[in-house]
């Protein structure tokens, strides 16, 4: 017989009986449950966080079963989100899962505001611009990650620059619904700027492909060491931000580099300026 003391008896040490009575009562809305969405989910459940609101439009492809946790044979070809919540409850008979699929957009001034915090776990721009939008004009902090081969996580509190702002995207006039596909690859190009500035990325990946997939070519690479300690480490900030603790990480954020066990942080402003045009001039010569 389920018990939600029991289950969650080991967890006490890392947090107090109060503070695990706090996840049980918190709401986290974790939109994209693919690869470092189902990770942080996945997180979130076992550490007995009591309610998810979880979003997705897709449903699960063979090619998912190499990064995603809540991808099987069984559950190719159902709704991404929905076989979530399925499992889900086979850990935590007693969690609420709330399910949208593509009407979250309607619904998403309810959907943020209802949660402590959001995860972001899409990787479509104009969705993520809505995320973040929103999430600012209600108050409420967005946990993402870059688009990188190291695992990365950073936190944009309502107060903090803007996340297109601060990454200099071309989308800051633009309504999250017409974004074009030039404004989608200008996006790309300067959150990739930004990877390759701030971190050791580059030394880890087959510059070849990697090129391909700047320029559009072919999909991006996903590995599921990667993807997983990423979505932990967004878990770890959504139960921050729902017990009230400091976040430990900001709009920058950082990376963490596996193969040579170091945390790799934003370089200074003045040396990041320095860098821009190399890289730059570095990420053309592998789109051509």
């Known amino acids: ?11 006490i040490g890392f947090v107090t009986p109060q503070e695990q009575d706090t996840l049980r009562k918190a709401c986290v809305f974790v939109c994209g449950t693919g690869g470092m969405g189902g990770a942080a989910i996945l997180g979130l459940a076992r550490a007995g966080v009591g309610k998810l609101i979880i979003a997705d439009l897709d449903e699960f492809e063979v090619s998912n079963l190499n990064r995603q946790v809540f991808c099987f044979d069984h559950t190719v070809g159902q709704h991404k989100a929905a076989a979530t919540a399925r499992i889900l409850r086979t850990i935590n008979p007693e969690i609420e899962v709330e399910v949208h699929r593509g009407d979250w957009t309607t619904h998403v001034d309810d959907l943020v505001g209802r949660s402590v915090v959001v995860v972001n776990g899409t990787d479509d721009l104009g969705a993520s611009l809505l995320l973040y939008r929103r999430a600012r004009a209600l108050g409420k ?7 990188s081969p190291l695992p990365s996580v950073y936190v944009t509190g309502p107060k903090a620059q803007p996340h297109e702002a601060r990454l200099g995207y071309p989308t800051q006039d633009t309504a999250w619904d017409a974004i074009t596909n030039d404004q989608r690859s200008a996006a790309f190009l300067k959150e990739s700027e930004w990877v390759v500035i701030h971190s050791s990325s580059r030394k880890y990946i087959d510059l070849e492909i990697v ?16 993807v997983i300690s990423t979505g932990q480490l967004m878990c770890y900030e959504a139960i921050n931000a729902a017990l009230g603790r400091p976040h430990g990480t900001d709009n920058r954020g950082y990376f963490f580099n596996p193969y040579a066990a170091r945390v790799e942080r934003p370089k200074p402003a003045w040396l990041a300026a320095l860098m821009a045009p190399l890289v730059r001039r570095f990420l053309k010569g592998l789109m051509t």
């Open 1 to 11: 017989m389920f018990d939600y003391a029991e289950f969650t008896t080991r967890n």
């Open 141 to 147: 902090a967005v946990i993402d990650a870059y688009a």
């Open 211 to 226: 090129g391909d997939v700047v320029a559009g070519k072919r999909s991006r690479m996903s590995f599921a060491p990667m």
